[in-house]
């Protein structure tokens, strides 16, 4: 193989950005909503020196760029907001991080945020918000947005401190 040759080592990272609905809520595609088919996407690193495992906490693309830097020893620009996944790759836990994800396509106005176990979907236009328990629910079928409104109240205001009041509506 060429990399051998050149006596180079190839590390490959397969991922996608976005997932796909296949008529799991009625419709199909994506980027009209931001519900676990969408925003759960497959995150596969391989090569030398990258153990064999799954990491069970939650990471993100941005994730990518600090990981492989840690694997080739080239730096990251320091305003990465992405983490180095080489100590979960190993068993240990990662931090806890809050994930943010919106979609404006096809008249839709979404913003969603994961923290720890819940994760809310709100739709702006509407002010309708859904919040699923993504630990005990993950295919997110049971929406629990009128037994737990503290915890949407508690999301909607997090949210509002990133983006701003008004800037969506």
């Known amino acids: 193989n060429a990399f051998k040759k050149a006596g180079r080592e190839v590390i490959w990272v397969i991922t996608s950005d976005h997932g796909e609905e296949f008529g799991e809520r009625g419709t199909w595609g994506h980027a009209h909503a931001l519900y676990s088919e969408q925003l759960d996407i497959p995150l596969i690193f391989s090569g030398p020196n990258i153990p064999n495992g ?68 709100w739709d702006l236009k509407s002010d309708k918000a859904e919040l699923y328990n993504q630990t005990s629910d993950p295919k997110e079928v049971n929406d629990l947005s009128q037994q737990q409104t503290k915890i949407v109240a508690s999301l909607k205001k997090d949210i509002l401190k990133v983006i701003g009041r008004d800037t969506w509506t």
């Open 54 to 121: 799954i990491v069970k906490d939650d990471v993100g693309l941005s994730d990518i760029a600090p990981t492989l830097s840690a694997l080739t020893k080239v730096p990251v620009p320091s305003k990465s907001q992405g983490r180095d996944l080489m100590p979960a790759m190993l068993g240990k836990a990662l931090d806890q991080k809050e994930w943010f994800a919106e979609t404006s396509r096809f008249n839709t106005n979404r913003i969603s945020l994961k923290k720890g176990d819940f994760r809310i979907e």
